[in-house]
């Protein structure tokens, strides 16, 4: 059964708390995507990356970290330094390349309070 | 930076009512995707247009893209119930992985 899976579904954290979200594939995909997504911001896309142990910086970089050991995960560190933390993130995969879609896992929604 | 313009933001129709969503970008792109979040849930593909001038029809959906590939639209004919959701644009310039999705229309269907 090919798909995405984050974990977990939902989180709470206390304010100045580093937090790591985890997001595995098991579709064979090079391309790996974090996004996060607010009412009535649409989806934003935080980093990306195109192969192991290669990322780039989306659009809202800023407080976030990744890393790419593994063909299969892709994880998400939310640091302190994170402003406002509190959404729902997105993790996608794809064929890489520019003509292929992306495949989303059902998300986490994060509270940090 | 890209940016992607999709209006409205917010759609409510009478079952069996048609409804649009239109997207526009800054920049001439490569293709563009369409996705459907259904409430609650992720985004899943719909479909992509890469040809100028390109029409593609799924069932009730006619999906656009336009000459200059600057804009698209997704019009769905006869809305019904599981029409529900929000729909987002995700348009890609060339020469780069990634795509810069439009705001989303969320849409609200009266039985």
């Known amino acids: 059964d090919g798909g995405i899976t984050q974990s977990p579904k939902y989180l709470f954290r206390k304010e100045g708390q580093n937090v790591t979200l985890s997001c595995e594939q098991n579709?064979?995909?090079?391309?790996m995507y974090w996004y996060r997504q607010d009412p009535g911001q649409g989806l934003r896309l935080i980093y990306y990356s195109q192969i192991v142990n290669d990322f780039q910086k989306g659009d809202i970089a800023e407080g976030y970290s990744v890393s790419r050991e593994k063909k299969e995960s892709f994880p998400l560190t939310v640091t302190s330094a994170q402003k406002n933390p509190t959404a729902f993130y997105l993790c996608a995969s794809s064929i890489a390349g520019q003509d292929y879609e992306q495949y989303f896992g059902p998300g986490t929604r994060l509270t940090v309070t | 930076g890209q940016q992607v313009m999709q209006i409205p933001q917010y759609q409510h129709v009478q079952e069996g009512e048609d409804f649009t969503t239109y997207c526009n970008s800054s920049t001439t792109l490569s293709n563009i995707q369409w996705y459907k979040q259904r409430p609650g849930g992720h985004p899943v593909f719909l479909i992509q247009l890469v040809k100028s001038g390109e029409v593609k029809k799924q069932k009730r959906l006619t999906f656009q893209f336009g000459e200059a590939k600057k804009n698209s639209s997704l019009h769905i004919t006869a809305t019904q119930t599981t029409d529900v959701g929000t729909y987002f644009c995700?348009?890609?310039?060339?020469?780069?992985?990634?795509?810069?999705f439009g705001i989303g229309t969320k849409l609200q269907v009266i039985p």
């Open positions: 995700a348009g890609r310039a060339g020469g780069y992985q990634k795509v810069t």
């Open positions: 579709l064979n995909h090079d391309a």
